[in-house]
């Protein structure tokens, strides 16, 4: 099977022996390139829409299971509680059973803000500055000159659905 490069390189073959050939007979075989490379883009962009089906579908696979691994986390988290609120209602420590044991343990001290304003600006990290590119493109649509930025414009390929 013929890919879309080679179809073009044909055509434009074709285009090359326009002066040495009756134009009839260019026109004819033309027209066949372009009949096989209506039916090349076609196959193609019916790929693509699939492709792009798939992408739909394993994204909405990703959300059901993030949304599974986070129900999951969750009662993992209460069966912890769970096991935590019985140590503390019996006042214990630890607690052992013939297979497992639990038991609580001193974390090391957290800092917790209790009231940001009145911190030192000193354990403040400092951030590196960030360019405004929507105030750049703003000004210099309104005529401003913004020396070491300019507009760009580009083009994307469109395959309407």
Not at 134 to 151: P, S, T, Y
């Amino acid at each position: 099977m013929t890919n879309l490069f080679e179809i073009n390189e044909r055509y434009l073959q074709v285009l090359d022996m326009w002066d040495d050939v009756e134009p009839g007979i260019i026109q004819d075989t033309l027209d066949s390139i372009e009949a096989e490379t209506h039916e090349k883009v076609d196959n193609i962009i019916g790929l693509k829409r699939s492709v792009d089906g798939d992408v739909g579908v394993i994204d909405a696979e990703i959300k059901r299971l993030q949304k599974m691994k986070k129900q999951k986390e969750n009662l993992s988290d209460r069966l912890k509680g769970y096991l935590a609120t019985m140590l503390e209602q019996r006042g214990l420590r630890k607690y052992k059973t013939p297979t497992n044991h639990i038991y609580k343990r001193k974390n090391k001290p957290s800092v917790v803000v209790t009231n940001e304003s009145l911190i030192d600006k000193a354990y403040y990290i400092p951030q590196p500055p960030k360019l405004n590119k929507k105030q750049i493109e703003e000004d210099i649509k309104a005529g401003v000159d913004v020396e070491g930025a300019e507009l760009s414009a580009s083009e994307s390929l469109v395959i309407p659905k």
